[in-house]
């Protein structure tokens, strides 16, 4: 009996001995910034053996859910981009060379090589690659961006005649290349019209010039370069002001003129940049037709693909107009008239519509 309180004070002792050394390690791991789980999972942790080699090694390991997935390469064009935002641009053009020769319809790769010749200055290469895109490209946006973007880097081009003096001629070729793809743009139209009149080419000049003036947005521009184009083109020994009798058509005006020998009634249009006859008209006089050359012209009921062609003589009272481009209408059925005077020919001249007197006053422009 005598060793039984022995056992229990033996007991309580070790008791209080073990509670105060998890006191001192508890307090210990709090100081040092350690702070224990309080679930501890049934599955055991794996033991992290993952080493990272040197770059020399070749020795691959595999690696523990805790570590960071390696960086995902770089495609091409994404290496293409970081080179030429790092100004190595004859790297990023073999690069990217390379990837077209193994993807020639990659637009993206031939969008960013065009840029990359550009910034090289190598024009040629850069415009020829801006074609080759164009012709795969098939997203509608992208196309049109494309075509804006060509026409005004062919603009700043003609403006620099350091880079293309010994060019021109290929310069020219590239504006109606892009032309045929965007036929109503009508400031590469007005580019062209000053660069067929710089070699003296009148028809050409004349032709661009009138497509441009089909535009709203060069329409004033183009009539002044046409009212350039025509001077001493006027054959005529007439006063300095005339007056043209009218023909009352409803509220309207026809004027009586002579297209090669053949006397007509054309609609008096203001607001017609391009004079023209019907195709009622043409159909009935079609030898009259040379050179036509294509054209989109803007009506009130939308665009309209027709032509322009040339005339011989085109006389207006006593002024004659020699080879003067007209437009084809759209008008099978207007049989009470043969065509619009516009003011390609109006425009030539200080003019005066009196309505009240039907007459057209015209003074020639000093």
């Excluded at 290496?79 to 060379?97: F, M, P, S, W």
């Excluded at 403006?159 to 021109?168: D, K, L, T, W």
């Excluded at 001629?169 to 007005?190: A, C, F, R, S, V």
């Excluded at 004659?320 to 007209?326: A, P, Q």
């Amino acid at each position: 009996m005598k060793k039984f309180p022995v056992f229990v004070i033996s007991m309580i002792a070790f008791s209080l001995g073990f509670y105060a050394s998890e006191y001192r390690h508890q307090q210990r791991d709090i100081g040092t910034g350690v702070v224990a789980s309080p679930v501890v999972s049934a599955v055991p942790e794996r033991h992290n053996s993952l080493q990272h080699s040197s770059p020399s090694s070749h020795t691959t390991r595999s690696a523990s859910p805790q570590q960071v997935p390696a960086a995902k390469a770089q495609s091409p064009l994404e290496r293409a981009n970081q080179l030429i935002a790092n100004g190595a641009y004859g790297e990023a053009v073999r690069l990217l060379q390379q990837l077209l020769g193994q993807e020639p319809r990659n637009t993206e790769a031939l969008w960013l090589l065009a840029r990359v010749y550009e910034q090289q200055g190598l024009h040629k290469e850069s415009v020829a690659t801006w074609f080759r895109y164009l012709n795969i490209e098939i997203d509608a946006k992208k196309m049109e961006d494309a075509l804006a973007y060509l026409a005004k880097y062919l603009i700043r081009l003609s403006e620099n005649p350091a880079i293309f003096g010994e060019s021109y001629e290929w310069l020219m070729l590239q504006i109606n290349d892009l032309i045929k793809l965007t036929p109503d743009n009508g400031e590469l139209h007005l580019l062209l019209a000053k660069m067929h009149l710089k070699l003296e080419e009148k028809e050409q000049a004349q032709y661009h010039a009138l497509m441009a003036a089909n535009q709203p947005e060069t329409q004033a521009r183009a009539e002044g370069l046409l009212a350039k184009l025509y001077e001493g083109t006027q054959q005529d020994d007439s006063p300095a002001e005339m007056q043209v009798p009218l023909i009352r058509f409803g509220g309207q005006f026809l004027v009586p003129v002579t297209i090669e020998g053949e006397k007509v009634k054309l609609l008096l249009d203001t607001g017609a940049s391009i004079s023209g006859l019907t195709a009622s008209f043409i159909n009935r006089h079609y030898p009259s037709v040379k050179s036509p050359k294509p054209i989109q012209l803007n009506t009130a009921s939308g665009t309209v693909e027709t032509y322009l062609f040339l005339v011989d003589t085109l006389t207006i009272d006593n002024v004659t107009f020699n080879k003067h481009m007209l437009a084809r209408l759209p008008m099978d059925n207007a049989d009470l008239f043969d065509g619009l005077l516009g003011i390609d020919i109006l425009g030539r001249f200080d003019f005066v519509i009196d309505q009240q007197a039907a007459v057209l006053r015209l003074r020639k422009r000093q």
